[in-house]
């Protein structure tokens, strides 16, 4: 992801970006925390959390937005696809 994002000003803040989720290159670090992410194709995403958590969500529905701070998502154990905002 380009570090030229200009940042929210506060949490509640709208995003600015958006980085696809994607598999092909194995395992993906985010270089900026994501605020949220919106699931495309339903499915589940294994993640390490901002707080160095590591935790898989089974079920994710196409269409939400959820709310996670994420700092990687994990190529095995993951089958959801769509975008992390930033």
């Known amino acids: 992801m380009p570090d030229f994002f200009p940042r929210p000003q506060q949490q509640n803040d709208p995003a600015v970006g958006a980085i696809p989720i994607n598999y092909s290159g194995g395992d993906q670090a985010l270089t900026v925390a994501g605020r949220g992410v919106h699931i ?14 590591t935790v898989t969500f089974a079920t994710l529905n196409a269409g939400q937005f959820y709310p996670y701070r994420i700092r990687k998502i994990y190529q095995t154990g993951s089958t959801a696809a769509g975008s992390i905002l930033t």
């Open 40 to 53: 495309d194709t339903a499915g589940a995403l294994k993640v390490d959390m901002v707080d160095g958590t």
